[in-house]
Structure formats: C-alpha cells, structure tokens
C-alpha cells in the first residue's frame, strides 16, 4: 500500500514563495504517474503539476513558470517548488500518485493521495 505524507505549507504574503515536499513508501512496481493538486474552499480540486518516473513533467497554465515539480527516485519524495505566489494559490495542497505506464493530470486517474498541507497567500 502506496503512502504518501505531505509537508511544507503554511502562510506567506504576496510574491513570496513555499516548498512543498513529499514523501512517499510502499512503492512495489514502477512506472508510477505522481502530482500535485489544489483545492480552495467550495471549488474543485484541480491539477497542478504531475511527474512521470522519468522525470517528464506539466504544468497546469495558471502555475506555468512559477512552480516546479521534481522527485528524487532514490528518496521517494515529491517536490514543488512554488514561487512568486498569489493569493489564488491558497488551497489545500495534496499529493498523489497512481501506477502506470502513461501520467495526465487528471485527479480522477490518481489512486494514493496524501492528507495535504494548507497554504495561504495573503495580498
């Protein structure tokens, strides 16, 4: 059974930036698709960026070129890296992962999901 523990979140201002980390066991077979998603009180939760086992990553268009999502295979841990933050970057940050040969941001497609870690942005 896949685990996955999340850390990081908390509060900043405006432009201020947040590491998120992930740490993840219970990994059997690889390949394995693992991203990040959001979600704000009364909407949906959306993807934010996803990674496959080799490194290929996306990005949804709102966080393209402020975030970064990276791993470390050998430590099992999921990384985002979010900079220049805004205040409608504030959410619950939960991280997943689902066992395939294919990776789509797609949070109906993830298996394992953390418990997620809040993060709020104040204007």
Do not use: H
């Not at 430590?75 to 939960?94: A, I, R, W």
């Amino acid at each position: 059974q896949v685990q996955l523990v999340e850390s990081g979140g908390g509060s900043v201002q405006a432009g201020g930036s947040l590491r998120l980390s992930c740490a993840a066991s219970g990994y059997t077979n690889r390949p394995y698709c693992m991203g990040w998603f959001r979600q704000a009180p009364g909407k949906e939760r959306e993807g934010v960026a996803r990674i496959t086992t080799g490194g290929t990553t996306d990005y949804a268009s709102a966080v393209k070129g402020r975030f970064t999502i990276s791993q470390d295979n050998a430590k099992n841990t999921l990384s985002l890296e979010m900079n220049s933050l805004k205040p409608e970057d504030s959410g619950m940050y939960y991280c997943a992962a689902f066992q395939a040969s294919y990776c789509i941001l797609d949070p109906t497609r993830f298996t394992y999901w953390g418990q997620g870690t809040q993060v709020t942005v104040s204007s």
